[in-house]
Every structure is written in C-alpha cells, then in structure tokens.
C-alpha cells in the first residue's frame, strides 16, 4: 500500500502541473519568453434570446395588445389561403379596440399633409401616399415599404408608421404599395420597390423633396425590399440611398436561429410556419434553398455589401426575426458599412407602428426619427455611401 505522505506529495505535484498546463494553453508567458501580440479586439456579440422553454418577459403594454388581437380570434396565417388571410383582423384592429377600451381617440396621428397618388412601375401604375411634414422643404425623402410577408398589407395597414416617420424624421415619407405574391411572385414585388425608388429620386421635386437626400426604409418584408434595392442599384452602378431604415427586417430563410425556436410557436403573433408560408408565396415550393441576395438579402456576399449605404437596424425583443436581423447588421458592418443597431426588449414583431398604446413603439419612432435626420444632416455626396446624387456609384460584383 502506497505511502500516505507520498501519495499527497504526488498529488500536488500533479495538480501544479496540471495549473501549469492550463496557464500556457492560456497564453501565460514563460520566463524569459517573449510577450505574446495582443489579440485583436473583438466586437460585442449581440445578446442571445433565451433558451428554448425558458419564460420570456412580455412588456405590459404589449400583453395588452397580445390579448386585443387574440380577442378578434385571428387564425394561424398558415392555414388560410392568401385571400382569407388579407380579410381576417390584425394588429391595426387591436390597437383600435383597445384603444376604445381605454376611451382613447382612435384618430391616426397628424402629418401637415397626406395625398395618395400613383406612380409609374414596371407593369403600370403604382399607387403610393405622400406624408408631407410641417415647414416649407424642400425635404429629405424616405422611400418607404409596408410590411406583410410580402402577401398582406397595404397602405392602410402601415399608416400609422408612416405618419411617424414623416413627423419624427421631419422628411417627406412616400409609402409605396408594391405587387403581392402569390398572384405576384419574385422579383415582381423589388422590381415595384426598385422602379420607385429610381422615379420619386429622379423626380424628388415633385413631392417637394430634395433628389440629393433620398433613403430607403420599411418594415418587416419592406426592409426586405429596402436593403435590396439598394444592392440592385449598387451592382447596376446606379444611384445610391442616402440611408437604410430597416425595421425588423425578414431577410433570411433559415427558420432554426435560437430566436426562432423561442419565439416561433405562434405566441407572439408570428409563428414559424407562418414565415415559411409567407416565403413559399413569395419564392415557390424551394424556398428554403433560395440564395439569392436579392430575394434574400442574409445571403449577400461582403463584396456585394461593401459600399452600401448606413443603416439603422431595429430589431424586436420577442420577434422570431430577431436574430436574423442581427446577423445582417453584423454583416453589414463586417463588409464596413456604418451600421447602428437598436433591439427593444418585451416587444413583438410588426410593434413599430404601435405607439397609440405602446411606449417603446414611441422610443423606437423616436429613435429612427433621429436617426434620419442626422443621416439627412450629412454633407451631401454625389454617389456612394452618404449621398443618392445625380451621379451613379461604378457597377458593382454580380
């Protein structure tokens, strides 16, 4: 039988090897060694959704909302048919009931002027609505597509995010209303987004804005089709957006990110199978092996992102596209493009335009206000990143 005093001996010297060990796989420096180079700084990740199963806090206010529409009896998105589901209630009926509730008004906020007008498209005529702020302009102008999942929504539905954005960022808004799939399947929907931004910046002194200060916005789908008219114009070396707005941007296929699983059952409005259905009436049954920047903005290369325009990327607490739209601002940076990027926690999908009853709806109108303004604010450029000049950026990678 071993020794007790040598058996503690051997003890603590293998554990003072096994400290050694650990301390050069850490990079300690040895005696006599030179120092080792400093690791380069690396960017803070962006904080992960709980684990699948964990208790999600619910902001108060958007409970409310949660359970207004859940009063209305909506159905899964994924079960209707495309017809059914642009009938049934949404989010702009349970901010009007509750708001009767609360014995609130239910009148859309003021905007000195709205004026609904048409445009030309590709295959006619676009109907869009023009929000004119209060002063004399010319203003900076906001392109700006309503979300939907490329199926539902329309002018009406995202009225309110649009009255915001034209008080808050002190710019003429132009909402366009693009075709929908499926009766309109890709790229019907950017070729619409794309021919309007080219005209209204062509034409900007038509709507009493100035051509030289031009961005692109929109939310869910719509952010969609902003980021991507901007890589269309950007490998077409045409003119450039001053700026991108991208609200909750649904810009990747891939429904397995942790914020999907946490936030994908359907409980806060937006289930998973709801994306995929929206995706598959927007790119047909392979949906799930488009690559396609242009289709699915996630998938662009650094090459075909560097040179962008800036962007300011919102993104939603309890959404399932929360993840997804982090990865894309991410993205956007890595290729060097200036990227500011604002999560709301407690908040769902689609909340932008829900400020009558929601009060981080407020901070993030306000917030995107400013930052458009200070986009707006920049010295105008003839091309390139800060600037939606007269003269087109050089053609960019395929």
Do not use: C
Not at 30 to 58: E, I, K, R
């Amino acid at each position: 039988m071993p020794n007790p005093r040598s058996l503690r001996r051997w003890i603590v010297i293998l554990g003072l090897a096994g400290l050694a060990g650990t301390a050069l796989a850490q990079g300690t420096p040895q005696p006599g060694a030179p120092p080792a180079p400093a690791s380069p700084p690396q960017a803070t990740p962006p904080p992960a959704p709980p684990a699948p199963g964990a208790q999600a806090q619910v902001d108060p206010q958007t409970q409310q909302v949660l359970d207004a529409l859940k009063a209305l009896n909506p159905q899964p998105i994924h079960t209707l048919k495309p017809a059914q589901a642009r009938q049934q209630p949404g989010l702009k009926d349970a901010v009007s009931s509750l708001l009767q509730k609360q014995g609130k008004p239910t009148e859309p906020e003021k905007v000195a002027k709205v004026e609904d007008r048409t445009i030309p498209g590709p295959q006619g005529n676009l109907p869009v609505r023009v929000y004119t702020p209060e002063g004399s302009g010319p203003f900076p102008v906001l392109v700006y597509f309503h979300g939907g999942g490329f199926v539902l929504g329309n002018l009406d539905t995202f009225d309110a995010s649009a009255r915001a954005l034209a008080n808050q960022g002190k710019a003429v808004v132009v909402s366009v209303q693009y075709r929908q799939a499926p009766e309109h399947q890709f790229p019907a929907a950017l070729d619409d987004a794309a021919a309007a931004f080219r005209y209204i910046q062509k034409n900007a002194a038509q709507f009493n804005g100035d051509p030289k200060r031009v961005a692109v916005g929109g939310e869910s789908a719509g952010a969609n089709l902003a980021t991507a008219v901007a890589l269309r114009q950007k490998k077409n070396g045409s003119v450039l957006p001053v700026y991108q707005l991208l609200i909750y941007p649904f810009v990747s296929n891939d429904l397995s990110t942790p914020s999907n699983q946490q936030f994908g059952g359907g409980q806060y409005l937006l289930s998973n199978d709801d994306l995929g259905w929206f995706w598959q009436q927007y790119l047909g049954n392979n949906w799930r092996d488009n690559r396609n920047p242009e289709a699915v903005p996630l998938q662009a290369r650094p090459e075909q992102l560097r040179g962008l325009p800036p962007a300011f990327v919102i993104t939603a607490g309890l959404d399932p596209l929360h993840d997804a739209g982090q990865q894309y601002a991410s993205k956007l940076q890595d290729a060097g493009v200036p990227v500011d990027v604002r999560n709301y926690d407690g908040v769902i999908h689609d909340f932008f335009g829900l400020a009558p009853v929601l009060d981080k709806a407020k901070q993030a109108q306000t917030d995107a206000g400013q930052a458009l303004q200070r986009a707006f604010s920049q010295p105008k450029q003839g091309q390139g990143i800060g600037g939606s000049g007269s003269q087109p950026v050089p053609p960019g990678p395929p």
